[in-house]
């Protein structure tokens, strides 16, 4: 069975009322939504915890009326970003803003082993990396890490960006290049 299978039948099973495959989705995915949800804007850490307990709380209350998504971290963060913005536009503004280190933070998740494996190169150019993309403008950050961190296809991008595929595609690669040729120089 792969990951996704996996993740699909945790999600028929907390349908059904297992709260240990409620639990397991929350882990699997929580990370991803804390950091997904601080790029979004730059809010306090409270808001954005509150806002991933709201999307879990909400799905608990309605798991007997929801399907089966097709990628369950897709649809979590989703439901995230919607439930963000609905309540940035609804008034309910955060107080802390992130610092610029603590928001790089956000996307490095090494283990042990990972540190120990990795050379003084390798996180070089990581930290360049990290670098180049604070430099883009922030939906070309967003659509870049929703590529290459949360692994979403370019339709989902597209969906959770309001945007056409086509320009999911376009707004990625614009974002790839401009890094590539700030390398060059």
């Given at each position: 069975?792969?990951?996704?299978?996996?993740?699909?039948?945790?999600?028929?099973?907390?349908?059904?009322?297992?709260?240990?495959?409620?639990?397991?989705?929350?882990?699997?995915?929580?990370?991803?939504?804390?950091?997904?949800?601080?790029s979004l804007v730059p809010v306090s850490e409270a808001f954005v915890f509150d806002c991933i307990h709201d999307v879990f709380t909400e799905i608990w209350a309605r798991k007997t009326r929801l399907s089966v998504p097709d990628n369950v971290?897709?649809?979590?963060?989703?439901?995230?970003?919607?439930?963000?913005?609905?309540?940035?536009?609804?008034?309910?503004?955060?107080?802390?803003?992130?610092?610029?280190?603590?928001?790089?933070?956000?996307?490095?998740?090494?283990?042990?082993?990972?540190?120990?494996?990795?050379?003084?190169?390798?996180?070089?150019?990581?930290?360049?990396?990290?670098?180049?993309?604070?430099?883009?403008?922030?939906?070309?950050?967003?659509?870049?890490?929703?590529?290459?961190?949360?692994?979403?296809?370019?339709?989902?991008?597209?969906?959770?960006?309001?945007?056409?595929?086509?320009?999911?595609?376009?707004?990625?690669?614009?974002?790839?290049?401009?890094?590539?040729?700030?390398?060059?120089?």
């Open positions: 069975m792969n990951d996704s299978q996996g993740e699909r039948r945790l999600w028929e099973d907390f349908q059904q009322g297992d709260e240990d495959a409620y639990t397991q989705l929350y882990r699997l995915h929580v990370k991803a939504m804390y950091r997904y949800g601080m971290r897709y649809y979590l963060l989703k439901s995230l970003k919607v439930r963000i913005l609905h309540l940035l536009k609804r008034g309910d503004r955060p107080h802390q803003s992130l610092t610029s280190e603590e928001f790089d933070d956000l996307w490095i998740e090494p283990s042990a082993e990972d540190v120990m494996a990795l050379t003084e190169d390798v996180l070089n150019r990581q930290e360049l990396v990290k670098r180049l993309i604070s430099q883009l403008p922030h939906r070309q950050q967003e659509a870049i890490r929703l590529r290459f961190v949360e692994n979403m296809d370019y339709g989902q991008i597209a969906e959770m960006m309001l945007l056409n595929r086509q320009s999911a595609q376009n707004l990625v690669f614009r974002a790839v290049e401009k890094m590539r040729g700030w390398l060059l120089f």
